[in-house]
């Protein structure tokens, strides 16, 4: 008797990761016939995931499974004081309630402080906690509209460099990932590809395999740095020197793309008049390069074609990241080089993707609010103020009464975190949470709310490394009570007596909204308007009708116009600043909390609070695994060996690291000989948990809430400090 195939007791769902990351990944998750995730993996189908997730989410069943979750609504006890509380005894400050009790308190709550002291003393504050396209801005911008709270600006993160590229490009396109394997030479300016793009790390190997050398430009000797054919660790905020370094060199010596120049670009003369200033001497002294470097650097870049240039976000988390970005930016307009399949630039794909936000969104619903306009704007990057004084002057509006959190953990990722403190402190302040774990910004909640992870929601989501939209299938049931943030704001919307029919949409019509589905089944969104839900349902990941992998015809962004800038061209020159009495060029300028600034003198050292190879931003550094693959450097300051002799502090010495902001203590890091991970004069720690710490805080008591020069964001990486042995 034949045997007959037993039917698998296990199923593959398609999800996607939506944790804040270029990469995007496609991920196959087998559940058993318990309904239990037993596994998840890359999707060897998707052509950037290509069968491999990092080793941050590799692990990611302990992370939803972990028994840390918040699987109930959460009251903080009456008289339970709120602040940092150590680990694994945050329960001890809350009782458990329904989600009844919690939403009809919360509304109750939000209705008595909207009616005292007008909606917008409500303010909202989210980020990436999920970057799914419903998950990250949808339900819930639908309600605070409709409830007149306060509007966020969401510029913790990139503002600065997005404004700064859409200023020359007019729109957040670039090279394809895929098409770095075509590169001769790839540079990596203020990107740590190991770290936070691994995807796009095999391109580059399957490059250099083909002759191609990888320069990488950052002052921390990252593992990208460390494996590359050169490494010039540029001193922070410098990089607007650099770029204009190399114009100046490629200008002299005649290897600028003249055609591309006159066809493409506008500015060009202006640009080539600024440039004469930036001599290699003098950018040599900015940078702590030395001359022939950055001629040596701007020869190889103009003469080696395909040029890939890979710009993340590094470079402009900086006082003057915009104009950084602006100058890095303009460099393969110079030359031409997106005229070649695998040349040009990418600082992020995410304008490719044209979602409905309209729907989403539903900005006119403020008309219905009791402000009956859109409300004022809070800048996320300055929480610390905006709850300390935002509301002193009459013409702020008023103070901040009530703070709803989700998709983010501020007390740990926030600048200037003592200021924050103190706001989240304040006693009449009405803190709620929506979060997967009991984080450092729980600790001040008066509600916590369970969140579900991407295995427990369906969502759909496009990128910011990539060109593919994919769809991403709940593939287990929500643990506990845990629930997604559209269920949460369409539910409390109900509990507020919201009557617009769009709060009682359903994830299933909001995706259909995202993608603009028209009648013929067809998404209307530009760039989306072959794909229908079936084929998402059925392939998991579609690419944008602009970008087709498997045709012959490459994909060459901004080698025909008109592009989306005044001009039409790609603007060297922006007429736009000009008139508002901004320079119209890009220029380098030294950071107020830099060596070259006055404060200098009480604090010598630039610190950069970067990020942990092995946590996304504060997420995942509760979790033991991932604490342990981060052991080296987690709770250090990295030194090079001339700053701490010069303070007496040996490796593995307690030191104190502060500034007129905030105070730490970590453990130094000093590599004896070579190999130092930042150059003198630069230190550098790693984002964590708060009440990891002993103190309670984390790196971010030692940054400030100045704004960048264009976008106001948030200036992480522009800190003057002062280290001595504890
Ligand atoms: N593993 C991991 N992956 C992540 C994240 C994470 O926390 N961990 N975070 C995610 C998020 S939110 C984002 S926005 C992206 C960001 O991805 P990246 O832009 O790569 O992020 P950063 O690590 O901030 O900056 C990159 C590099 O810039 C360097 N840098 C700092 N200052 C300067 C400077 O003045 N000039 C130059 N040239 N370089 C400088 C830093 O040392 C760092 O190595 O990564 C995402 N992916
Ligand atoms: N010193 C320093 N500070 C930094 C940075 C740095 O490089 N250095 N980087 C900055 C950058 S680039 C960024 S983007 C910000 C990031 O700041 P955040 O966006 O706040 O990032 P995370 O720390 O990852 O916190 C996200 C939280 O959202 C929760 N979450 C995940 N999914 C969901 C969900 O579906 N629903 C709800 N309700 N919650 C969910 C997670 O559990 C996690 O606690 O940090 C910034 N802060
Ligand atoms: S964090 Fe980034 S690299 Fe890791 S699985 Fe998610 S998308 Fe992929
Ligand atoms: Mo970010």
Redesign the pocket.
């Known amino acids: 008797m034949a045997a007959q195939a037993a039917p698998s007791p296990f199923r593959i769902v398609h999800a996607v990761c ?3 990351c270029p990469d995007s990944c496609a991920v196959l998750v087998t559940v058993d016939q318990n309904g239990r995730a037993v596994r998840v993996q890359g999707d060897p189908s998707q052509p950037v995931t290509q069968g491999f997730l990092c080793g941050k989410v590799a692990k990611y069943l302990d992370r939803v499974y972990s028994p840390d979750r918040v699987l109930y609504p959460l009251r903080r006890k009456a008289g339970a004081p709120k602040g940092p509380t150590q680990r694994g005894r945050e329960h001890e400050a809350f009782e458990r309630v329904s989600w009844h009790q919690a939403l009809s308190e919360i509304a109750v709550r939000l209705q008595q402080i909207s009616d005292e002291h007008g909606p917008e003393s409500i303010l909202p504050y ?5 970057i ?1 396209v419903l ?1 990250f801005g949808s339900m819930d911008r639908r309600f605070f509209h409709r409830l007149g709270g306060s509007q966020l600006d969401r510029t ?3 503002e600065a460099g997005g404004v700064a590229w859409n200023l020359v490009y007019g729109k957040k396109l670039g090279t394809p990932a895929e098409d770095f394997r075509h590169a001769r030479l790839i540079l990596a300016w203020g990107a740590n590809v190991h770290g936070t793009n691994i995807h796009l790390w095999p391109m580059i190997e399957d490059a250099r395999r083909n002759g191609a050398r990888l320069i990488v430009i950052d002052p921390y000797r990252t593992r990208t740095a460390a494996l590359a054919d050169w490494h010039i660790a540029i001193r922070p905020g410098t990089d607007a020197a650099l770029a204009l370094g190399m114009m100046h060199v490629i200008l002299r010596e005649g290897l600028e793309d003249r055609a591309y120049i006159q066809e493409m670009t506008h500015g060009f003369e202006r640009l080539a008049e600024r440039v004469r200033e930036y001599t290699p001497e003098r950018v040599a002294h900015w940078t702590g390069m030395t001359p022939a470097e950055v001629e040596q650097l701007a020869r190889e870049y103009a003469t080696t074609h395909p040029a890939a240039l890979r710009l993340n ?1 590094g470079v402009q ?1 900086a006082e003057y990241g915009g104009a950084a970005v602006r100058a890095v930016a303009m460099l393969p307009a110079v030359t031409g080089a997106w005229k070649h399949r695998g040349g040009g630039a990418v600082l992020s794909t995410s304008g490719g993707f044209a979602w409905n936000k309209r729907e989403l969104e539903r900005l006119d619903l403020a008309l219905d609010s009791p402000l009956g306009r859109p409300a004022r704007v809070v800048n996320m990057s300055a929480l610390g103020e905006a709850l300390t004084e935002l509301g002193a002057r009459p013409e702020d509006g008023p103070r901040v009464q009530a703070l709803f959190v ?5 007390a ?4 200037n975190q003592n200021a924050v403190r103190r706001g989240l402190m304040r006693p009449e302040l009405f803190t709620v949470v ?4 009991l ?1 450092d ?1 729980t600790d001040y909640a008066d509600y916590v709310l369970p ?4 295995l427990e ?1 369906t969502d759909v989501q496009g990128a910011y490394g990539h060109y593919f939209v994919q769809l991403s299938r709940q593939s287990i049931e929500p643990l506990g009570e845990a629930r ?2 559209v269920w ?1 704001f369409g539910q409390l919307a109900q509990y507020m007596g919201f009557r617009e029919q769009c709060f009682r949409d359903t994830e299933e019509q909001m995706i259909r909204q995202a993608l603009a589905i028209g009648l013929d089944g067809y998404s209307t969104n530009v760039g989306m308007e072959h794909i229908r839900l079936e084929d998402l349902e059925e392939q998991g990941h579609i690419p944008l009708s602009f970008y087709r992998p498997q045709n012959e015809e490459p994909f060459l962004p901004f080698t025909s116009g008109p592009l989306a800038t005044p001009s039409g061209k790609v603007e060297f020159y922006s007429e736009k600043l000009a008139a508002q009495g901004q320079d119209g060029l890009p220029a380098f300028t030294p950071a107020t909390e830099s060596r070259w600034g006055t404060a200098a003198q009480q604090y010598p050292l630039e610190f950069l ?3 942990a190879d092995n946590y ?4 995942f550094a509760n979790l033991e695994g991932h604490r342990k693959l981060e052991a080296r450097t987690s709770q250090r300051l990295e030194m090079h060996p001339a700053d701490a002799a010069a303070r007496g502090i040996a490796d593995g010495d307690a030191v104190r690291v502060w500034n007129g902001r905030g105070e730490l203590r970590l453990t130094a890091m000093v590599p004896d000989g070579g190999g130092a991970s930042v150059p003198p004069g630069v230190v550098a720690g790693r ?1 964590d948990w708060a009440k990891l710490h002993p103190e309670g805080a ?3 008591v030692l ?1 400030s809430e100045r704004l960048s020069d264009l976008g106001a964001g ?1 200036t ?2 522009s800190v003057l400090v002062e280290v001595a042995r504890a």
Do not use: W
Request: net charge positive; aromatic share 14%; charged share 10%.
């Open positions: 939506s944790h804040d989210s980020y990436a906690g999920t799914g998950g913790i993160c990139s976000y988390r989700y998709n983010s953990n501020p740990a990722v926030a600048p929506h979060e997967q774990f984080t910004t969140a579900t992870t991407f929601h997604s943030n949460l609070g970067r990020k996304m931003n504060s997420t984002l984390n790196q971010n940054t948030a992480f990486y």
